[in-house]
T-cell receptor, first 117, second 113 residues
């Protein structure tokens, strides 16, 4: 697509429920990133995919968080047993090649706002 | 680990005036890139400007320019001829060998008439 698409735009759920957030990156972009942005904070890195594999998942806060990218395009961030502290905007970004080259830049989606009641 | 610090939670500027947003960072890496991103209420992060650490010359993009002081680990953003559309959150960010962006906490810029 023309840009990075994230669905749903907003999600309200109850504590303890399971949630899936979807990211559809720009066509042909091999690198995909998930970030979490809590209220009043900057985005915090969660996980980075290069193709189908997670190249760096060091930012996932605990084992309730999991992400997949089975065909190297669309990615899903999965959160089990949601807690009120998981409330945040979850941002997805993609790039043609990994950021390590520095010359490349990330294109961000508009994010999914998750509210856990 | 790399850190990025933005010490100005909020800034205000009058339309057509100039404003400077501050950013400092800490790293032991010699090769890295610095960025300023703009986040309007729509939430989508938009790249404003990028600086490569090995380049002495400060980056410029139209009304936006940076003052990159490598020894001081400082990377400020100057917005000239401010416009109402410049009102947004501005984030400073760093990337080095780890292939991911580290962001500061942001500065909210208000533009007044």
């Amino acid at each position: 697509g023309a840009g990075v698409s994230q669905t749903p735009s907003n999600k309200v759920t109850e504590k303890g429920k399971y949630v899936e957030l979807r990211c559809d990156p720009i066509s042909g972009h091999t690198a995909l990133y998930w970030y979490r942005q809590s209220l009043g904070q900057g985005p915090e890195f969660l996980i980075y995919f290069q193709g189908t594999g997670a190249a760096d998942d060091s930012g996932l806060p605990n084992d309730r968080f999991f992400a997949v990218r089975p065909e190297g395009s669309v990615s899903t961030l999965k959160i089990q047993r949601t807690e009120r502290g998981d409330s945040a905007v979850y941002l997805c970004a993609s790039s043609l090649i990994p950021l390590v080259s520095g010359a490349n830049v990330l294109t961000f989606g508009a994010g999914s706002r998750l509210t856990v009641l | 680990a790399q850190t990025v610090t933005q010490s100005q939670p909020e800034m205000s500027v009058q339309e057509a005036e100039t404003v400077t947003l501050s950013c400092t960072y800490d790293t032991s890496e010699s090769d890295y890139y610095l960025f300023w991103y703009k986040q309007p209420p729509s939430r989508q992060m938009i790249l404003v400007i990028r600086q490569e650490a090995y380049k002495q010359q400060n980056a410029t993009e139209n009304r936006f320019s940076v003052n990159f002081q490598k020894a001081a680990k400082s990377f400020s953003l100057k917005i000239s001829d401010s416009q109402l559309g410049d009102a947004a959150m501005y984030f400073c960010a760093y990337t080095g060998t780890a292939s991911k962006l580290t962001f500061g906490t942001g500065t909210r810029l208000q533009v007044t008439l």
